[in-house]
């Protein structure tokens, strides 16, 4: 354990909620040395009591998680970062430099190895994909030539999301996206932002493309290492030579080598342990590091509003709102046996982030806890609401790829959709903002829905990540 993350045996401040020393607690359960330390890295000059985020670590393993990684960054400096807990079904403890997968939490590397790219003159934001990789080919009757750079960087190029049909997946980045003749868009690209993970694995194969490299080797020298990432990968078999973590779920207990491949490194495939966890959110939260300062500003700017709650944009890779006061960054990853969590205040120079091997458990109660304990809590501005007008939602929506044709009308009670193809009605439920969530009227999982606006303010689209339907 890190000198400056640990109470002294004996301290005041050492006790957590079961009545047991914290640090003693903590270095049984991470399996270190609170005098030895597990990093090179100088203890930070910054004032920082970490009995607090030890205490939450503790309830986190309480309630069944197996182990967890956090990194708290204040004033610009790591202050924290451990593991807790156990990394597999043996019992292996947790330390420090334990890989854990960040899922999604990936997108901000992603989009950081590129906008390097930019801002070495190698592409702009706007520049179409085939000009990059000639062999990227969509569905007879869309134009390949439409998709940008940009539009990969903010979930806005019309690419639908995993799974769906008619897609093909490939065993490489480059057979998914040049050997595949089916994929439609699913909107115009530009039009709506509609969260895909195959847009930014396409990212992905831009940024390796551009290098001559493999993605790994790309994110790896423009990012990783130049962040003193050094331990952190996004390649499964490589984690899976390294100290990771195993992930629990319903299903049993996964491992790196069940995430190998070309496939999911761009949009969550990294591999990070505490201390490179430390190093990503403290670059985020200075906007410095590694020769990054202008791809890491870019990455947290308001560049795509998300008409759901006021203040809400997708930067690169990065949510921003700027209806939080202050400015909040922040994003999570979801995969089959781990969740990540990630918090930052730019303004403060402070973020915290938590990754646990299981998907039982949102580390966003970790993350929400500490952030207002040390920061205080986050104000929301009172920004004019940019949804869609209520009565302006119903009407009738075709998808002519996932969801068919479907009737939107007010029931009496509230909105109510009716998928035709499927034969079914099903009641929304409304989050506010235009934001709404329903069971797939397939398969029952829910998901999420947003009226997408015009110019106007009326809906021009019901747009979901199982399907994106215009407006008849």
Known sequence: MSPWTSPGPGSEDGEDDSGNDSADAADAETGTDADAGTTEDPPPDVDFDPAFVIAQANAALAAGVPGLAVAVVMEGQVVFAE????????????DADTLFNLASV?????????????????LTLDTPVPAIVPGFALRDGFDPASVQVGHLLTHTSGLGDWPTEPYVAGYTLLEEFTGNPNQPLWAPSGTVHDYSNRGFSLAGLVAATIDGTSFVEAANARVLVPLGMTGATLEGSIAAERPHARGSSASGWWGPQDYAGEWLGPSGGMWAGAQDLGRYVQAIATAEGGGLDQALAAAQSPV???????????GYGLYVDVGSDPMMVSHAGSIEGYLSEMEVLPELGFGVIAVVNTDAWNPGELTYAVLEHYTGPVEYLDLPDPAAAPGSL???????????????????????????????????????????????????????????????????????????????
């Not at 795509?304 to 997708?314: C, E, I, K, R, S």
């Not at 009496?412 to 934001?435: E, H, K, M, N």
């Open 83 to 94: 593991g807790f807990g156990v990394a597999d079904e043996s019992g292996t403890p947790v």
């Open 106 to 122: 990936t997108k901000g590397v992603t989009a950081l190895t590129v906008l390097s790219q930019r801002d070495e003159g190698l």
């Open 304 to 314: 795509q509003p998300l008409h759901t709650w006021a203040g809400v944009h997708y």
């Open 394 to 472: 119903a009407g009738s929506y075709h998808d002519p790829w996932q969801l068919g044709s479907i009737v939107v009308f007010d029931d009496g009670v509230g909105l109510s959709a009716q998928f035709v193809d499927f034969g079914q009605t099903i009641p929304l439920d409304d989050w506010g903002g235009g934001s709404f969530s329903c069971p797939h009227p397939l398969d029952g999982v829910e998901m999420d829905i947003m009226f997408w606006p015009d110019a106007a303010g009326n809906a021009a689209y019901l747009v979901s990540r199982s399907g994106i339907a215009a407006r008849q």
